[in-house]
C-alpha cells in the first residue's frame, strides 16, 4: 500500500449516521492532516493530529492516531447530506514536513 | 483574510503552447507549494518555493515544467510545450511553518485549483 491510503475507497450512509474513514501509512511521521475535497473543488484543510497526540476533536469531527500501527481514523458523527466529497489524509515524514503525501481519497456519500 | 488565491480557474491549451498558472498565498504566508492531481487520484506533490527560493522540486517533471515565486508578485508554475499528459488539475498551497514545543507543524491552505485540459 501507498503513503497515506485511505479506505474505503468508498462510503455511503444515511443522513445522521456516524462515517469512519481509515488512513494508513508506511513511513514515519512528524503530523498527518485531514483534508475534505468536493467535487471539482479544492481542498478543505480539516484537522491536523501531530505524532505525539493520540485523539483529537473539532466539532463533529473526531481524529485518532496509532503511530504504533501507523495508521489514523476519521470519525464524523451526525453526518449531513453537506459532509458528502472526498476526505484525504495526509502525511509529512520525518526531515521533509513539508512535503505532503496524499492517498486517493474515501468517497463519502451521505443520503439525505 | 482572503485564502489562496489560484488563476485561472480552467486553462485550455493545445498541444505543444504553454500554460502559466499563477498562486497568490495567503497574507503572512511566505511558503508556496504546488502539487498536481490527475482524476481519482490523490495529489502528487510537485516543488515548494519560499521568496525567490526553490526549497525543493524533487515531484516536479525535470523538463518542460518550471516555478517560482518572485520577491513580488504571484508564484508562477509553467508547462512549456504541453501534452495530453499534462493534464489534470494543478493546486498550490501556502503556509507559515509554525514552531511549538517539541517540532513543526505545517498546516497547508490550498487554492481552489487551476484545471488544465490540453487538446
Known amino acids: 500500500s501507498q503513503q497515506g491510503e485511505e479506505d474505503p475507497q468508498a462510503l455511503s450512509i444515511q443522513e445522521g449516521e456516524n462515517a469512519t474513514m481509515n488512513c494508513s501509512y508506511k513511513?514515519?511521521?512528524?503530523?498527518l492532516q485531514w483534508y475534505r475535497q468536493n467535487s471539482g473543488r479544492g481542498l478543505v484543510h480539516l484537522i491536523l493530529?501531530?505524532?505525539?497526540?493520540r485523539e483529537k476533536h473539532s466539532g463533529r469531527l473526531r481524529v485518532t492516531l496509532d503511530t504504533s500501527k501507523k495508521s489514523s481514523s476519521l470519525l464524523i458523527t451526525a453526518s449531513r447530506a453537506a459532509d458528502t466529497a472526498s476526505y484525504f489524509c495526509?502525511?509529512?515524514?520525518?526531515?521533509?514536513?513539508?512535503?505532503?503525501?496524499f492517498g486517493k481519497g474515501t468517497l463519502l456519500t451521505v443520503n439525505p | 483574510n482572503a485564502g489562496v488565491m489560484q488563476n485561472p480557474r480552467h486553462l485550455v491549451r493545445r498541444r505543444g503552447q504553454e500554460a502559466r498558472l499563477r498562486c497568490s498565498p495567503m497574507k503572512g504566508h511566505s511558503h508556496v507549494y504546488w502539487y498536481r492531481q490527475l482524476p481519482e487520484e490523490g495529489l502528487k506533490f510537485m516543488v515548494y518555493?519560499?521568496?525567490?527560493?526553490?526549497?525543493?522540486e524533487s515531484g516536479m517533471p525535470k523538463e518542460r515544467f518550471s516555478a517560482e515565486f518572485p520577491k513580488e508578485g504571484p508564484s508562477i508554475l509553467r508547462i512549456q510545450q504541453v501534452v495530453r499528459g499534462d493534464s489534470a488539475a494543478y493546486f498550490c498551497a501556502s503556509s507559515p511553518i509554525l514552531s511549538f514545543p517539541g517540532g513543526l507543524t505545517n498546516e497547508q491552505y490550498f487554492g481552489p485549483g487551476t484545471r488544465l485540459t490540453v487538446t
Open positions: 513511513t514515519s511521521i512528524n503530523n
Open positions: 493530529i501531530r505524532s505525539n497526540e
Open positions: 518555493l519560499q521568496k525567490e527560493n526553490i526549497i525543493d
Open positions: 495526509a502525511t509529512d515524514a520525518t526531515g521533509s514536513n513539508y512535503k505532503l503525501t
